[in-house]
């Protein structure tokens, strides 16, 4: 299954999840469920909008973006968690109003049930979506399953604590528990936006897969007289890039210089899925200096 059709299913588990919790909400009156269901339909909107990007992303290039759309997804995540931070907020003002004034909550049995099946649902496509995310490198995927986590947990903590609140008759602990869930969420949108951020800020590869250039690049050191030099990397979605310089013997030929760069290129891209290597040829005694004042400017 693609990365489009598991945002495809998301939407669809989103509009599910939002008619049980909010039966569930309707049925009991708790505040907390109530918040609950609030929170997926921020699922909802974030997955539509994460549809809208990995189809954006996954155009081809063109003569105004030569370099592709992957940046695309890195919107989705920041979207998304703009959407869960205001969903964090409504839920804490409603969770608040409600801890001055505590209500009693009815009809837990069918109201439970009703959350813990609509988490279940959610958990399952989660964990699914996020072994997709980590296949393909989606920051669309990744944070889609992310907030459904969140919701997961949110949902556990609700059903918690409204367990708590059939059992010792204490009516605060369901708009507490609604306070402690809004800001769990808050958490959870600010590092989407932090991530996202960061992938448009044009970020640096991980660390695994910047290990995994430089293995590739000793290899090559060790077996020929080159060296490489400026080894800069980014990503943008789902598709990563390194470019750095090799310099080789003065007297080698342009064939001879242009074979090794394939086979060192070859060997980049299979070490590190989804990279693009774009490497210059230098003399060994000629030197790039692109820390030059003259170059910052």
């Known amino acids: 299954m693609q990365v489009a059709s598991y945002l495809k299913l998301s939407v669809g ?3 599910a999840t939002i008619a049980l919790k909010t039966g569930a909400w309707w049925w009991t009156g708790s505040v907390s469920l109530a918040a609950d269901a609030l929170e997926s ?3 909802l909107a974030g997955a539509m909008f994460a549809l809208a990007m990995v189809s954006i992303a996954a155009r081809p290039p063109d003569e105004e973006h030569p370099f592709g759309h992957h940046k695309a997804e890195f919107f989705s995540g920041g979207f998304e968690g703009v959407l869960i931070i205001a969903a964090g907020l409504g839920i804490a003002w409603a969770a608040a109003h409600r801890l001055m004034d505590p209500q009693p909550v009815e009809g837990l049995g069918l109201g439970l049930a009703l959350a813990v099946i609509s988490s279940a649902l959610n958990g399952g496509l989660a964990w699914a979506m996020l072994r997709k995310a980590r296949e393909h490198r989606s920051m669309a995927l990744e944070a889609d399953a992310r907030h459904l986590f969140t919701d997961v947990w ?8 409204l367990i708590g609140v059939w059992f010792t008759g204490w009516l605060w602990l369901d708009p507490l ?3 402690l869930v809004s800001l769990n969420i808050l958490r959870e949108g600010v590092h989407l936006i932090w991530r996202a951020s960061q992938g448009l800020m044009d970020e640096a590869l991980d660390a695994p897969s910047q290990a995994a250039i430089h293995e590739v690049l000793a290899r090559f050191t060790q077996a020929d007289p080159v060296r490489f030099d400026h080894i800069v990397s980014r990503h943008a979605g789902q598709r990563r890039f390194v470019d750095l310089h090799m310099h080789m013997p003065a007297n ?7 074979a090794l760069r394939n086979a060192v ?3 980049l891209m299979q070490a590190v899925p989804g990279l693009r290597a774009s490497i210059q040829l230098l003399p060994s005694d000629v030197e790039a200096h692109f820390d030059d004042p003259k170059d910052l400017m």
């Open 13 to 15: 588990v989103a509009l």
């Open 41 to 43: 339909l921020v699922n």
């Open 154 to 161: 949110t949902s556990a903590a609700v059903v918690a604590g």
């Open 177 to 179: 528990l609604a306070l």
């Open 252 to 258: 080698w030929s342009l064939g001879q210089a242009a």
């Open 265 to 267: 290129e070859r060997a």
